[in-house]
Each structure stands twice: as structure tokens, then as C-alpha cells.
């Protein structure tokens, strides 16, 4: 498959708040995008909020909710998974048959219940391995945005103050992924394997506990990789 960014891009859980700040941002660069939910009038009326908002910036958005099967099936090729960890692998399940052909972009955290702070890894190593064990090698599995936070992605009047460590074992998949994050205005970059995730997830309940943190004077910081001076 050629490397291109996909016109139309699927964001299950999409009406969580990380999943529409990513809708908001791949709308405002012109991309269509089709948030899945359970609920799918929950789908559209999210959906229809984000137009409106989007429109007070002069912003015609593409943006429609639906089912998480029939957003899945409308995916030109990336479906980005942004789910609650306790419901990750049962939503893969129900969702494999349709991922068959399309790139799962997981973005999701194993993060301890009841405490942010805290990572509780899967048997396979990461959330990224786990999908990727769960859905064949023939469905390639990409590992992005664990350490962007929903309050930056949410807040459009600023750019997206983060770098983006992308992960998986199909190098074309994941340029594919990085040309659409960086289509979001961020630097994307190739973190290596599917085993890399384990590093990447694990950094959010980091950057978690210094935000929360009431020695560290901000909040929603995220990785940025500083070139050497000069370059």
C-alpha cells in the first residue's frame, strides 16, 4: 500500500475526551473523520457538536459519528482505538473481522484502576503487543499518541506542545500514522518495534504525576525530543 495519509479516518471511542480532541485536530487539517461509539446517536450528537465548534473558526468539518462496527467499515485505512483500557480487547474482538485490510492506530494506556499514576502491563509487554497478538500479523498494529494529553488536543488555541513516539512492527504502517500526526502540526517519530510501546506507555503515568505534581509550575505536559543546539 502506498504511503499516504487516508482521507477518511475512524476514531472508536471517539466521544471520550481524547478522542475528540483528536477528531477536532484531524478535522482542522482536513481530514474526514467518523467517530464509533456504543451508542451511536451518543456518535452523532458528539459529532455535530465538534462541526458547530469547529465552524465558530471558520472551519468546515467533515465529521459524523456512527456504531463502532459501521465507523470501522467507513475507515479508508486507519482506525484509531481510543477506548478505555478495561474495554480494549474486548472491543478488538468484536471489531476483528472488519480491521481486516486497515491499520489499528492503539493509542490506549494500561493505567492502574483507580490510580493514573501507576501502569499495569499486559501479559504481552504493552497495550500496542496485546493488540497485536490479539489481531494476527495480517492486521498491522500501531502504537501512537499514549503521551499527548486530551486537555491539549482539546484546546485549539494552541498547537499540540508534543512530540509523538510512533511504534510497530510495519514500517509502512507506521508512516502512514506519522504522516497523519504530523497533518495535526507535531513531529512524528519511528520509536521503533511493537516491543517499544512498553517504554512509550509506560511514560504517560509519568507525565501524569509531575502534572499533577505541585512542585512542577504547569500542567498537560508532554516528550519532546531536543535536536543539539544548532541543528
Do not use: W
Not at 119 to 146: F, N, R, W
Not at 204 to 209: A, G, N, S
Amino acid at each position: 500500500m502506498k504511503n499516504e495519509v487516508s482521507n477518511k479516518v475512524a476514531i472508536i471511542g471517539g466521544t471520550g475526551p481524547q478522542g475528540k480532541g483528536l477528531a477536532l485536530r484531524l478535522a482542522l487539517a482536513g481530514i474526514s473523520v467518523v467517530l464509533g461509539s456504543r451508542d451511536p446517536a451518543k456518535a452523532a450528537e458528539t459529532a455535530q457538536q465538534l462541526v458547530t465548534k469547529l465552524a465558530e473558526l471558520d472551519c468546515k468539518a467533515d465529521i459524523t459519528g456512527l456504531s463502532m462496527e459501521d465507523a470501522t467499515k467507513a475507515a479508508d485505512d486507519l482506525v484509531i482505538l481510543s477506548v478505555p483500557y478495561s474495554g480494549h480487547d474486548d472491543t478488538l474482538t468484536a471489531l476483528a473481522p472488519l480491521l481486516v485490510s486497515k491499520t489499528l492506530v492503539d493509542i490506549v494506556v494500561p493505567l492502574a484502576p483507580g490510580n493514573p499514576k501507576v501502569v499495569v502491563m499486559p501479559e504481552a509487554g504493552s497495550v500496542t503487543e496485546s493488540a497485536q497478538l490479539l489481531l494476527g500479523d495480517d492486521i498491522p498494529v500501531v502504537g501512537a499518541l499514549h503521551n499527548v494529553s486530551a486537555v491539549t488536543l482539546n484546546d485549539l488555541s494552541r498547537a499540540i506542545n508534543c512530540d509523538i513516539l510512533v511504534c510497530g512492527n510495519d514500517l509502512e504502517a507506521k508512516k502512514r500514522v506519522m504522516d497523519l500526526i504530523e497533518k495535526m502540526g507535531t513531529k512524528a517519530y519511528n520509536a521503533g518495534l511493537a516491543d517499544s510501546a512498553r517504554c512509550v506507555e509506560a511514560l504517560t503515568p509519568i507525565l501524569i504525576r509531575l502534572n499533577m505534581s505541585k512542585d512542577v509550575p504547569f500542567s498537560h505536559a508532554g516528550v519532546r525530543i531536543c535536536p543539539p543546539d544548532g541543528h
